[in-house]
Every structure is written in structure tokens, then in C-alpha cells.
T-cell receptor, first 119, second 114 residues
Framework: EAGVTQSPTHLIKTRGQQVTLRCSPI?????VYWYQQALGLGLQFLLW???????NRGNFPPRFSGRQFPNYSSELNVNALELEDSALYLC??????????????????FGAGTRLSVL | GDSVTQMEGPVTLSEEAFLTINCTYT??????LFWYVQYPGEGLQLLLK?????DKGSNKGFEATYRKETTSFHLEKGSVQVSDSAVYFC?????????????FGGGTRVLVKP
């Protein structure tokens, strides 16, 4: 079974440009999460999508946005790139079973990430 | 808000040494707790988990016990190998199913020398 796949693996952009990162979840998973791993800042939660809707958003400016498609794949868009956007962007997927005694099944599995360099 | 604190690295060990990485958390209720590992140039891999107090997660010789009384989830391995060199992240997920986002600690880099 394929894991979470992300594309591209590496990307170089210049300040002010726009970028789109892509993520395909594990088959059967409906939730997709985006995290930013910037040097020295650890892993920061960006966005959570489930069933095509944005469910939660981290403390990032509006130029970070995304969407989830009917096949549950997702895109992360970053507009007006800034130097500090240089980071590894990780996508994760999970089931999203809501109900008593089920949170243990909502484990997040991560892709290998997209490394974005902004020059 | 929720937070996770783990010991800063790097931690440098010799092969077959005992490894402990401390992790403490702040959260309401009973969060689920995780250890993820990141090998050089790769994404995160789930190492082990615990979803309720006194649960012990284990995998690949690593263990961690969910201690509600001390709000801790320390990672241990009795005999490390060079292949265990990686960055280890402690993380929590809120108790409520609707709060699915993970909150991570800062990561601990472990270097095992032959």
C-alpha cells in the first residue's frame, strides 16, 4: 500500500513568487494535514482538511492557503513568498473517525516532504 | 494552549549505550502521545504511541510510558545502534477528536557513534 506522497521533492523560488505543493494521502484516509518545518523553529501546524473542508488552521498569514479535492488529495499554496518561508513542508494523512473510543485510529502518517528554498 | 517540551540535543552516544530522551507536556484532559523519528533527508515516521494513562508504547526496541501524574512520555532504548541516529520528536494530540492537530516538541538530535 502506498504511503503519503508529496510533490515536488525540492523547489527553488524567488521572493514574491507563488508556489503550489501537492499531497496524496494514504488510500482510505480522508484527512490531510500540512506542517512547516523551518530551520530552528521545529514543526508548526499549518492546515487540516477533511472531507474537502478546512477544519483547523495554525498561526500563519492568509497567504498560506490550500484545498482538498474530492479524491482527498490536497494542495498547499503560498503566495508572495518571503525568505522565511524556506522550510520543509510536510503533509500527513489520517482517518478521521469521530466518536467515543476512536481517537486512537486517527494516527497521522507523514510524507517525505517538499523542501522549499526561497532566494 | 497545548505544549510539548523535550530535551535539547544533540545527544551523542556510543553504540550499545542506553538512550533516554525526556518529554513533558501541557494539555487539558487526556491527550494522545506520540514519538516520531526523522532520519536524515526524510519525513517523519511514527515510532510509537500511547493513548491513555499508564499505556506503554513500544517499537524497534524503543519504549515510552504515558505518565499522567508527571505529564511525561520519556523515550528509552536499552542498546542503541548507529542506525538509530536521527531526530526524535515528541508530540501530542488533544483528547477531543475534533482537535486533530499535532503539537510537537522541538526535536532531539541523536548521534550514535560506532
Amino acid at each position: 500500500e502506498a504511503g503519503v506522497t508529496q510533490s515536488p521533492t525540492h523547489l527553488i523560488k524567488t521572493r514574491g513568487q507563488q508556489v503550489t505543493l501537492r499531497c496524496s494521502p494514504i488510500s482510505g484516509h480522508t484527512s490531510v494535514y500540512w506542517y512547516q518545518q523551518a530551520l530552528g523553529l521545529g514543526l508548526q501546524f499549518l492546515l487540516w482538511y477533511d472531507e474537502g473542508e478546512e477544519r483547523n488552521r495554525g498561526n500563519f498569514p492568509p497567504r498560506f492557503s490550500g484545498r482538498q479535492f474530492p479524491n482527498y488529495s490536497s494542495e498547499l499554496n503560498v503566495n508572495a513568498l518571503e525568505l522565511e518561508d524556506s522550510a520543509l513542508y510536510l503533509c500527513a494523512s489520517s482517518l478521521n473517525i469521530v466518536g467515543r473510543g476512536t481517537p486512537a485510529k486517527n494516527i497521522q502518517y507523514f510524507g517525505a516532504g517538499t523542501r522549499l528554498s526561497v532566494l | 494552549g497545548d505544549s510539548v517540551t523535550q530535551m535539547e540535543g544533540p545527544v551523542t552516544l556510543s553504540e550499545e549505550a542506553f538512550l533516554t530522551i525526556n518529554c513533558t507536556y501541557t494539555a487539558t484532559g487526556y491527550p494522545s502521545l506520540f514519538w516520531y523519528v526523522q532520519y536524515p533527508g526524510e519525513g517523519l515516521q511514527l515510532l510509537l504511541k500511547a493513548t491513555k494513562a499508564d499505556d506503554k508504547g513500544s517499537n524497534k526496541g524503543f519504549e515510552a510510558t504515558y505518565r499522567k501524574e508527571t505529564t511525561s512520555f520519556h523515550l528509552e532504548k536499552g542498546s542503541v545502534q548507529v542506525s538509530d541516529s536521527a531526530v526524535y520528536f515528541c508530540a501530542l494530540r488533544p483528547h477531543k477528536a475534533a482537535g486533530n492537530k499535532l503539537t510537537f516538541g522541538g526535536g532531539t538530535r541523536v548521534l550514535v557513534k560506532p
